[in-house]
């Protein structure tokens, strides 16, 4: 078993100048808090890969990283993979690594909530739970899968759905799919079906995401236009915008990738039922293209991936189909 940590709550201790929590601990540190982990039996190959917040953890760092899981599973020996990491960008690291996950061992992407300082620490149970997850033979094949709270969530599904509760991730539109219990994983539903894995990058690209709100009068749209090489456009609803905005889209959609995702996140952008000026059928006509129930930061991440790997326009729209069906 491999453990990268790259920072986060789970490593957090207080900094004497700021007064405030920073990232610290190592990654033998955060695995000395778990006792459990010495007599599991369960040998581990610890990395000190990042001491990084979430927040500023880059595609950089997430490309060095899956090239170095990819290195480390190749030359054999490792039934699967623990990441420890900010909770702030987990829901886009997961579904990120997913995308170029190709192996069959299982990468298990977990943190914490409350730091180490802080009554109740949530980070290692979290991260003994995500050891026993990536060694359990059942979870072979099924990507890259976030546990926290006792719950595996794929990355596909799970959603940060509060700042502060330890209960705060979950996967609203289709529930966990398995859980970690006295000591073994315990699953309630099948493995996801994963699309295929993204290829390397191949160039740069920058991908927007712009949030539609209400009384926009589109004025901002245009900032896009020539400053990126995708869009992303998180809609009210189903995938529903002010019809102030419907021509500037076109317009973009025409030089661009631009992708209509629902600011919602949880729930499918629509394709065929509103009519309006604005709205999804409108938009998709218009050349933009549907999301499905990929959130707008998911969205962004495969629209990413696609534009860097020199994907054209069919490739994308055939990917996003694929991905959404
Ligand atoms: N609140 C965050 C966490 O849970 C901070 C971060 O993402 O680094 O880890």
């Not at 540190?29 to 500023?56: C, H, N």
């Not at 420890?84 to 914490?112: C, K, M, N, S, Y």
């Not at 993204?198 to 020539?226: K, M």
């Amino acid at each position: 078993m491999a453990v990268y940590s790259l920072g986060g709550t789970i490593a957090m201790t207080t900094d004497p100048t700021t007064g405030g929590v920073v990232p610290a601990l190592s990654a033998h540190e955060l695995l000395a808090a778990v006792p459990a982990l010495e007599t599991s039996g369960i040998s581990l190959q610890v990395r000190d890969f990042r001491r990084l917040p979430g927040a500023s953890l880059s595609f950089q760092d997430l490309t060095e990283l899956s090239g170095a899981i990819k290195a480390e599973l190749d030359a054999g020996g490792v039934d699967g993979v623990v990441v420890t990491q900010g909770t702030d960008t987990i829901e886009e690291t997961a579904f990120l690594l997913d995308l170029h996950h190709d192996r069959e061992q299982p990468i298990i992407v977990t943190g914490a909530m409350r730091n180490p300082t802080l009554a109740g620490p949530d980070g290692p149970a979290n991260l003994h739970a995500a050891v026993i997850a990536a060694a359990d033979p059942g979870l072979r094949n099924g990507g890259c899968l976030v546990v926290l709270g006792d719950e595996i969530h794929t990355a596909r599904s799970v959603r940060k759905s509060h700042t502060t509760s330890p209960a705060a991730f979950a996967s609203p539109s289709a529930g966990p799919i398995g859980r970690i219990a006295e000591g073994r994983v315990r699953m309630t539903t099948a493995l996801p079906h994963r699309s295929h894995p993204l290829a390397e990058a191949v160039r740069a690209a920058r991908v927007g995401l712009y949030t539609v709100t209400l009384g926009d009068d589109g004025a901002l749209l245009d900032l896009w236009d020539g400053n990126c090489d995708g869009l992303v456009v998180a809609a009210f609803g189903v995938g529903h915008v002010p019809e102030c905005l419907v021509e500037g889209l076109g317009k973009l959609a025409a030089h661009i990738p631009v992708v209509l995702a629902s600011r919602i996140g949880n729930g499918p952008v629509l394709t065929a039922t509103y009519g309006f000026p604005g709205s999804e059928k409108d938009l998709l006509a218009r050349g933009l293209i549907g999301a499905g129930d990929l959130s707008p930061y998911q969205a962004r991440l495969l629209l990413h991936g696609l534009i860097a790997q020199g994907a054209d326009r069919a490739s994308i729209l055939e990917a996003f189909a694929t991905a959404t069906d």
